[in-house]
């Protein structure tokens, strides 16, 4: 139950509001209040019908902007305006206006966070479909965007404490205090919150790079504020953390232009002297007429027990187009065929058992 001791003083404030504003004051209030919330109701319908209808069209970048943070608008700010404007036809108590005042300013400010973290968007999406299939900038988009936002709010949130009257010379002490606190807590987290500012930054790889790290290996498929996924050639996908990935020795095969292959090609010791000088350049005219591939050296490096061992050394060009086994595979068949055709007898590391018979044992009787 609540007391009429504590009812009293607010019966008699609202009779006092009451009594300092004339009912034609408190009716030209609300019709101003109802009819600055309709058209500002309208016009943003209006704007953001035109901005659906010329999005094809490509306008300038200021001006898609602005027609897509109007046509965005939340209706909450429509009401602080009509609020303000409408409050001042009345005479109220300080105390009242100061709440009013502070509502005012808070969804103002909401709706400029709206805003900010609605155009940092816009201008990353404008940047991307410029960009077409850049996963360099795909792939720090989350990064920056979320960095941006929380840039944003904590800005705002700063402006209306200190328009609420809190000390923000204070609070900040406070909060650095209690911020060594939580980082020492957090570290980890942070550790990877800043090893992905590094990667969206310094760029080591990107969507798309095979990448190999110690004992894994794949194909980056997320970079995200706290992990990096790969997806692994066995289908099966890793999860890795930021900070551990920038302590580890990364190669990246995606930023490889070319990739080599070295071969070894064991012939026959019988295989007729004039056949295996002709080797060399046969392998050779091999891979030059491969379009993707780039011949290195081809000579008889070794003497083997069993067999003559020719080596050939090539590089497949633009790896991530033309990928590396197919070129071998390529290559490898051409190789086969010609060999073939010269009657050149290719040979296959062999071992040799040696067997002994036991000597037969007479059985003893018992």
């Known amino acids: 139950m609540v007391s009429a001791d504590y009812l009293a003083p607010k019966l008699d404030a609202l009779q006092e509001l009451l009594r300092s504003n004339s009912p034609s004051a408190w009716l030209i209030a609300g019709i101003v209040a109802v009819a600055i919330w309709s058209v500002l109701g309208v016009v943003r319908r209006i704007v953001a019908a035109r901005y659906k209808k010329f999005s094809t069209s490509q306008p300038r970048m200021p001006l898609r902007l602005l027609a897509y943070l109007v046509g965005h608008t939340k209706q909450f700010l429509f009401f602080a305006v009509a609020l303000d404007v409408a409050q001042t036809g009345l005479v109220l108590p300080d105390r009242l206006q100061r709440l009013i005042s502070n509502i005012v300013t808070i969804l103002l400010l909401l709706q400029i966070g709206l805003w900010a973290s609605r155009a940092v968007q816009v201008y990353l999406e404008s940047k991307t479909v410029e960009r077409g299939a850049d996963q360099t900038f795909a792939g720090s988009l989350d990064i920056i965007n979320f960095v941006s936002r929380m840039l944003i709010w904590s800005l705002l949130i700063l402006v209306a404490l200190s328009n609420l009257g ?3 010379t ?12 939580v980082a020492l807590a957090l570290q980890n987290v942070l550790g990877d919150l800043f090893a992905s500012l590094s990667i969206a930054l310094d760029k080591p790889f990107v969507l798309g790079d095979r990448l190999e790290l110690d004992a894994y290996a794949g194909k980056v498929e997320h970079i995200g504020i706290k992990t990096t996924r790969l997806r692994s050639d066995s289908g099966e996908q890793i999860i890795l953390s930021n900070a551990d990935i920038l302590k580890s020795r990364v190669r990246n095969y995606g930023r490889a232009q070319e990739q080599r292959a070295l071969t070894a090609i064991r012939v ?3 295989t007729p002297s004039d056949k295996l000088r002709s080797i060399p350049s046969l392998l050779e005219s091999i891979v030059r007429e491969q379009a993707n591939a780039r011949f290195e050296r081809c000579y008889l490096k070794t003497l083997g027990d069993s067999a003559l061992h020719f080596e050939l050394s090539y590089f497949a060009l633009q790896p991530a187009v033309n990928p590396l086994p197919n070129l071998q595979q390529a290559v490898n068949f051409r190789i086969i065929d010609e060999l073939r055709s010269l009657q050149v007898e290719l040979d ?13 044992i007479a059985p003893v009787d018992p």
């Open 166 to 168: 809190v000390n923000i």
């Open 170 to 181: 204070a609070l900040l002490a406070g909060l650095g205090v209690g911020g060594v606190a």
């Open 268 to 270: 026959s010791y019988k």
């Open 348 to 360: 296959s590391p062999t071992g040799h058992v040696l067997l002994s018979r036991r000597e037969r």
